[in-house]
């Protein structure tokens, strides 16, 4: 398992709804944090069994001893209330380190789309992109002021919109998807809430986009905690749905896709 314990060290505001805090890692070769650009870590802030969330990776120094997650205050919760309070000396642990920002060789052009969640990720994604590549970022923010974290790059056209994030409807899939794309191949990468991310998945295979030219991950869900109590009863049947398409040779990807298809078969 790769985990393991760390020590605040930093904590930072970036503008009013983010905070960009800094943990030296113990054993950076135990956690083993993966190199792409959009990956996380689970941070929990209460002892092992206590409460934990995941984070994006803003930046790795030191050889991975030093690790920076940014973390959006647009609601409230255990990590919103960690991410205020933590002090230098606080102790985490971090486990389970996960990315999924995998562009295919060929891919000339990226479509990259996110809300508040996932602007953290989408910020290092934009940041890492090589000098002459090229992107179509779509964003939903609460303000501009979300967008002034954005880095700048010459080869990055910016789409943004302000709604969604919790504070009302969404029109984040829509405003993707009424934008004219490159005729080459490309990529795309969604990070956002996790209903907008099935919209996301459904519009753009409609459109022949296959899974080997996509990551699309829910990042968070609108009214979690009412789905959560709908899904209790099907959990261990979408659990075996799961293991049942890996064991017959599907990719992780595959078997992900297959329990939301089923998921949303059942209302969810």
């Given at each position: 398992?790769?985990?393991?314990t760390?020590?605040?060290?930093?904590n930072?505001?970036?503008?009013?709804?983010?905070?960009?805090?800094?943990v030296?890692v113990d054993?950076?070769?135990?956690?083993?944090?993966?190199?792409?650009?959009?990956?996380?870590?689970?941070?929990?802030?209460?002892?092992?069994?206590?409460?934990?969330?995941t984070?994006?990776?803003r930046?790795?120094?030191?050889?991975?001893?030093?690790?920076?997650?940014?973390?959006?205050?647009?609601?409230?919760?255990?990590?919103?209330?960690?991410?205020?309070?933590?002090?230098?000396?606080?102790?985490?642990?971090?486990d389970?380190?996960?990315?999924?920002?995998?562009?295919?060789?060929?891919?000339?052009?990226?479509?990259?789309?996110?809300?508040l969640?996932?602007?953290?990720?989408l910020?290092?994604?934009?940041?890492?992109?090589?000098?002459?590549?090229?992107?179509?970022?779509?964003?939903?923010?609460?303000?501009?002021a979300?967008l002034a974290?954005?880095?700048?790059?010459?080869?990055?056209?910016?789409?943004?919109a302000d709604?969604?994030?919790?504070?009302?409807?969404?029109?984040?899939?829509?405003?993707?998807?009424?934008?004219?794309?490159?005729?080459?191949?490309g990529?795309?990468?969604?990070a956002?809430?996790?209903?907008?991310?099935?919209l996301?998945?459904?519009?753009?295979?409609a459109?022949?986009?296959?899974?080997?030219?996509?990551?699309?991950?829910?990042?968070?869900?609108?009214?979690?905690?009412?789905?959560?109590?709908?899904?209790?009863?099907v959990?261990?049947?979408?659990?075996?749905?799961?293991?049942?398409?890996?064991?017959?040779?599907?990719?992780?990807?595959?078997?992900?896709?297959?329990?939301?298809?089923?998921?949303?078969?059942?209302?969810?």
């Amino acid at each position: 398992m790769s985990s393991s314990t760390a020590t605040v060290i930093r904590n930072v505001a970036r503008g009013p709804r983010m905070r960009r805090i800094t943990v030296h890692v113990d054993d950076p070769g135990a956690l083993a944090a993966p190199p792409e650009a959009d990956a996380a870590v689970g941070i929990y802030f209460g002892g092992p069994d206590g409460p934990g969330r995941t984070y994006s990776i803003r930046a790795l120094r030191d050889g991975g001893a030093a690790l920076e997650v940014e973390v959006c205050l647009h609601s409230h919760g255990p990590g919103a209330d960690w991410a205020t309070r933590a002090q230098p000396g606080d102790r985490v642990l971090l486990d389970h380190p996960n990315s999924w920002h995998r562009p295919p060789p060929d891919a000339g052009w990226q479509l990259l789309i996110a809300d508040l969640a996932g602007l953290p990720a989408l910020c290092r994604i934009v940041e890492e992109l090589p000098a002459a590549g090229r992107a179509i970022v779509v964003v939903e923010v609460i303000d501009d002021a979300d967008l002034a974290l954005l880095p700048s790059h010459p080869g990055v056209s910016l789409h943004a919109a302000d709604g969604g994030n919790g504070q009302g409807p969404s029109g984040l899939v829509q405003m993707a998807a009424g934008l004219a794309a490159p005729d080459s191949p490309g990529y795309l990468w969604f990070a956002g809430e996790s209903g907008q991310a099935r919209l996301a998945r459904k519009h753009f295979r409609a459109l022949g986009w296959t899974p080997d030219r996509y990551d699309i991950t829910g990042y968070w869900r609108a009214d979690a905690e009412a789905w959560n109590a709908r899904f209790a009863p099907v959990a261990e049947a979408m659990m075996e749905l799961y293991r049942r398409a890996v064991a017959d040779g599907a990719s992780v990807k595959a078997a992900m896709e297959a329990v939301d298809d089923a998921l949303e078969r059942e209302g969810l």
